[in-house]
């Protein structure tokens, strides 16, 4: 597609309950990323997806995020008994080169998640 | 631990006026250096970037200035428009993938 595109835009869901958000993100990009943004604050690192190369999962912030990427195309999230903490807008983002300069990311426009 | 510190929430600049946007970083390992602006409900859209071995790069209206040696580079926006509010976020990388982030500078541009 033209650009990054995530599903849902918006999810409330109740505490307790999972959630799975979905990226897809720019044809031919072979890094994806995931960040998440809290109210007042910056993008915060999630996990790192390049190629066939294992994860960088260093950004998850506990054992109830997951993240899986089939090959070079869709990406998704799952967060496993949501918590009122995880409410924020998660990102996704991907770029054509993986590192260095010109590491440029191209983002979707979030997935906003609400839990009550 | 933060590594990108935007210390001004907001900025208000009346149109046609300068806006400079501010951005301290520590890590000495950094030297790619990004902004992105942001509308409300919509992702980042890279804006401009400037590479360690410059200290200036301009873009139309958008110049980006990096101080090495102070850590320390701003975005100068000249001059200001209405669609030009948004969040600025500043992201700096090294050697390798990961981009991190300030906490953004809101800019509002009065008419």
């Known amino acids: 597609g033209a650009g990054v595109s995530q599903s849902p835009s918006n999810k409330v869901t109740e505490k307790g309950k999972d959630v799975e958000l979905r990226c897809d993100p720019i044809?031919?990009?072979?890094?994806l990323y995931w960040y998440r943004q809290r109210l007042g604050q910056g993008l915060e690192f999630l996990i790192y997806f390049q190629g066939n190369s294992a994860p960088d999962k260093s950004g998850l912030p506990s054992d109830r995020f997951s993240a899986e990427r089939t090959g070079e195309s869709v990406s998704t999230l799952t967060i496993q008994r949501t918590q009122q903490e995880d409410s924020a807008v998660y990102l996704c983002?991907?770029?054509?080169?993986?590192?260095?300069?010109?590491?440029?990311?191209?983002f979707g426009a979030g997935t906003r998640l609400s839990v009550l | 631990d933060q590594q990108v510190k935007q210390n001004s929430p907001s900025l208000s600049v009346q149109e046609g006026r300068i806006s400079i946007l501010n951005c301290d970083y520590t890590n000495s390992m950094f030297d790619y250096f990004l902004w992105y602006k942001k509308y409300p409900a919509e992702g980042p859209t890279f804006l401009i970037s400037i590479s360690s071995i410059k200290d200036k790069n301009e873009d139309g209206r958008f110049t980006v200035f990096l101080n090495k040696s102070a850590k320390h580079l701003s975005l100068h926006i000249v001059p200001s428009q209405p669609g030009d509010s948004a969040v600025y976020f500043c992201a700096a990388s090294g050697n390798d993938y990961k981009l991190s982030f300030g906490a953004g500078t809101t800019v509002t541009v009065r008419a």
């Open positions: 983002a991907s770029s054509l080169l993986a590192g260095g300069s010109k590491n440029i990311q191209y």
């Open positions: 044809s031919g990009h072979t890094a």
